[in-house]
């Protein structure tokens, strides 16, 4: 007890767990502040108003796990399902927060938001409490994370990106920790980290190379081979998870024509297609970032912000780099610390090079730029603890931050939390109260067709694009799958269709087949109506 007691006093961590419970309230504070600004609170926060179609999916597909251990019926796309199981196109490792959160606690639309604000107020606790940065570095995190407006944005939803965020964090905090004092378990514990990440998202693999860099830095050839044995077991689980338990997708999640290019065109034809798709792909990423200053187009916003976080990394990898080279330290604490920076800027920094040509030859744009997020997310944390005399980095990252983040970032879409709006609520209760009666789960021979509802997409009425009023599934009774369809594929595909449920637009051609053949018509609100086959 007496060593406990000297431990405490000498390492000053009575201070730092000050330190560490200041910021473990800013994910707290920065939630509650904007939803005030907003007039609401954060149990306003209303998942069924927000028109992030992807959120429905992780959050019935954890409801399912909860309460059955996978869901009883498949989710996919035009129909598609996982080899094993019932899940979606992305791996289930993505969400096993929410599900270790919803076994403890409970599962309801509130639910993930909470666990969200844990993850980051953990995420910052265990940061200072493993990186002990000093109460200027505090101060210019705090700054950073509150213009950050993605940290909330993504908070108070059901996307993983939270997930990632502090999972990533804790890494690179564990491995400050590490290089200050080498113990094998916190090497371990890194591997760990990374490897679940990278099960989650496979462009995570990126930072399994820290590990492997530091192993093989401490044994030499013994670590390389152990390094190397570890990568290939990652990579191998999640090729099987991919198989097995991943749902086809409409189309490819990401594209890898560059790479079958060198075996189709030879080594000089390869060289040629890569390059000619980075010329291609990059003249569209400057066009996003033109729009993104302009218009405040999120794509755009957070392509600059990636390139910007490049920017202060990479010119702080190299200063550092010549510093050492240069001897230009007083102290050898000193010395050992530029080297530790050093180690994890120049690694954060090849990350962000690696993912942008990842983006440009495997994404697309669009729907890539939002993975660029998590980055972003760990160059805020380790930016506070770059040596400063004028506060240059910190001030170009909050400029840029507030510029597209407060001043450009208005589009409801991208930026705007959903709050609580009496139509959708009553809506959702008649759908609520309709499909309990209604909906029978079929618990033989699971999963099945039988407790799947087809989601159509969108249909057109008179001439219109209408899109399906799909936050009302979120009323489906727990263990029920989802299959979001293409109207084209419904109706050329009517008579053999295997789901046992159709949730339409009202008044489209895939409406009109569903009156020809008879459906029983369950409940129709908004624009959506839900038909039972058979």
């Not at 013994?222 to 997708?249: Q, R, S, W």
């Not at 075996?263 to 996003?288: A, P, S």
């Not at 490049?310 to 610390?337: C, F, I, P």
């Not at 053999?496 to 008044?507: A, D, E, F, I, M």
């Amino acid at each position: 007890m007496e060593k406990i007691v000297v431990w405490w006093k000498e390492d000053n961590r009575g201070i730092t767990l000050v330190k560490a419970l200041l910021l473990a309230a800013l994910p707290v504070f920065c939630c509650l502040v904007y939803c005030a600004a907003q007039g609401f609170t954060i149990g306003q926060v209303y998942l069924p108003v927000s028109e992030w179609n992807d959120e429905l999916f992780y959050y019935k597909q954890v409801e399912g796990i909860i309460h059955y251990g996978y869901p009883q019926g498949y989710f996919g796309f035009n129909e598609s399902h996982a080899l094993k199981l019932s899940f979606a196109a992305w791996s289930p490792v993505l969400v096993f927060p929410w599900i270790i959160w919803g076994l403890i606690f409970g599962w309801n639309l509130m639910s993930p938001i909470y666990c969200n604000i844990f993850l980051m107020a953990l995420c910052c606790f265990l940061f200072v409490w493993l990186v002990r940065p000093a109460w200027k570095q505090l101060g210019v995190l705090v700054l950073l994370f509150c213009l950050y407006t993605p940290f909330v944005r993504y908070m108070l939803s059901v996307m993983p990106e939270v997930i990632c965020f502090s999972m990533l964090i804790i890494f690179y905090s564990l491995a400050v920790n590490y290089l200050r004092r080498e113990k094998g378990y916190k090497l371990v514990l890194l591997f760990l980290l990374a490897a679940t990440m990278t099960l989650m998202r496979p462009y995570l693999a990126l930072f399994l190379l820290l590990p492997a860099f530091l192993w093989i830095r401490k044994s030499r050839w013994k670590g390389a081979v152990g390094a190397f044995a570890v990568l290939t077991a990652v990579v191998g689980v999640y090729a099987c998870i991919k198989h097995y338990l991943g749902a086809e997708y409409f189309a490819p999640l990401f594209f890898t024509d560059w790479a079958s290019a060198f075996f189709e065109q030879g080594l000089w034809g390869g060289i040629r297609f890569t390059l000619g798709k980075l010329f291609y792909m990059g003249r569209d990423f400057l066009n996003h970032m033109r729009q993104g200053f302009s218009t405040g187009l999120a794509s755009g916003a957070f392509f600059v912000c990636h390139l910007v976080c490049m920017m202060v990394l990479t010119v702080q990898s190299v200063r550092d780099w010549y510093r050492l080279r240069k001897g230009a330290w007083k102290l050898e604490n000193e010395e050992k610390e530029m080297k530790i920076q050093f180690i994890i800027q120049a690694h954060l920094a090849f990350c962000f090079f690696s993912m942008l040509f990842a983006l440009l030859l495997m994404y697309k744009l669009t729907e890539g730029s939002k993975h660029l997020l998590t980055f972003i997310a760990a160059a805020i944390f380790l930016s506070a603890l770059m040596e400063t005399k004028f506060y240059k980095k910190a001030a170009v990252l909050g400029v840029t931050f507030a510029y597209f983040f407060f001043y450009m970032g208005l589009d409801p879409y991208d930026y705007q939390v959903p709050f609580v709006q009496e139509e959708r609520l009553a809506s959702l209760e008649v759908w609520d109260n309709t499909l309990s009666g209604r909906l029978e789960l079929k618990e033989e021979n699971v999963p099945n067709y039988e407790n799947v509802v087809i989601w159509v997409f969108n249909d057109t009425v008179e001439g219109i694009n209408v899109n399906t009023q799909w936050q009302l599934l979120y009323a489906l009774p727990e263990g029920f799958g989802i299959s979001c369809c293409m109207p084209g594929y419904v109706l050329e595909h009517f008579d053999t269709l295997q789901s046992r449920y159709l949730c339409v637009v009202p008044g489209g051609p895939v409406e009109e087949k569903c009156i020809q053949a008879g459906y029983d018509k369950i409940v129709e609100q908004e624009n959506a109506v839900l038909y039972q086959r058979y």
